[in-house]
Every structure is written in structure tokens, then in C-alpha cells.
């Protein structure tokens, strides 16, 4: 029986074409990564960076990418009137804790005097919290009730 058994199971793997259960296995990996933008939380990210954003700093562009890690890169492209503007911008980024590795890769004076850069950072989402549990919800003090309940 065991004989019958590996002789169906090399059989089984000699008709697994290479190729096609490569394509299947990319075509996962794409899907698995179409899932993951979904679930992850764009406007979480814009609602942090408008939160930093000083008065005298405005976001004139937004490039997102990802690294070699598949960490998320975000390419800022900033006009601040002067540069402790653009450092006060640079410092609400990294005390933020999701914005890391924060720097200006570029800086230009204008020839109105304002500063134009861009602020490379990277960006680490908040983790979604995990629904309670029935236990936990069941342990759960109850609220809005009337006095005396």
C-alpha cells in the first residue's frame, strides 16, 4: 500500500507543470497585494500629514512607493516660506511615530525667497485594532443606563 502510495504521489508530481504553478503562485502574490491597499487606510495617512503641516507649509505633491523591504516610502514635495518652517514640518513628521527615517532630499530657494523640497519619509501605518472578543465584550461595563440601573 505504501508502494502504491508514492507511486501515485510521483505520478501526481510529474504532471505539475512548473510554469503554470509559477503564474498561479504570482498571480497570488498580486491579488494578496491588491488586498492589502484596500485594507490599507489612505486617508488615515493624509489625516497625519495635514496634522503636521505647519501654517507657512504647504503639500504640492505626493508620491507614495515602496522599498526594497516593501516598507511604504512617501515623496513629499513641500513649499515652506523659510526653512524653519520646513524644519518645524520635518520634526511633527517624526513625532508623529508613523513617519521615520524623515529627510529633505531636495531644497530650492525660489526667487520669491520660499523654499521648495522635498521631504522623504517613511511611513509605518497604524495597526488596526482587533474586534473584541464575545468574552470581552460580554466583560465589558455597560453605559447609558438611567441611575439607578
Known amino acids: 500500500e505504501a508502494q502504491r502510495l508514492r507511486d501515485e504521489a510521483r505520478r501526481i508530481r510529474s504532471q505539475i507543470d512548473a510554469k503554470e ?6 498571480a497570488a502574490q498580486e491579488a494578496n497585494a491588491i488586498i492589502d491597499l484596500r485594507a490599507f487606510s489612505w486617508s488615515g495617512l493624509f489625516a497625519q500629514l495635514e496634522a503636521t503641516l505647519p501654517e507657512n507649509v504647504r503639500l504640492t505633491g505626493f508620491q507614495p512607493s515602496e522599498d526594497r523591504s516593501g516598507r ?9 516660506r523659510r526653512v ?47 474586534a473584541p472578543t464575545p468574552d470581552a465584550a460580554a466583560a465589558a461595563p455597560q453605559t447609558g443606563g438611567a441611575a439607578g440601573e
Do not use: M
Not at 504553478?21 to 504570482?26: D, H, R, S, T
Not at 511604504?72 to 515652506?80: M, W
Not at 508613523?98 to 525667497?113: C, D, I, K, S
Open 72 to 80: 511604504l516610502v512617501v515623496s513629499l514635495r513641500v513649499e515652506a
Open 84 to 130: 524653519p518652517d520646513l524644519e518645524s514640518f520635518i520634526d511633527a513628521l517624526e513625532e508623529t511615530g508613523r513617519f521615520h527615517q524623515v529627510l529633505a532630499a531636495e531644497e530650492q530657494t525660489t526667487p520669491e525667497g520660499s523654499i521648495n523640497a522635498v521631504v522623504e519619509a517613511v511611513y509605518v501605518p497604524e495597526s488596526p485594532e482587533p
Open 21 to 26: 504553478l509559477n503564474e498561479v503562485a504570482a
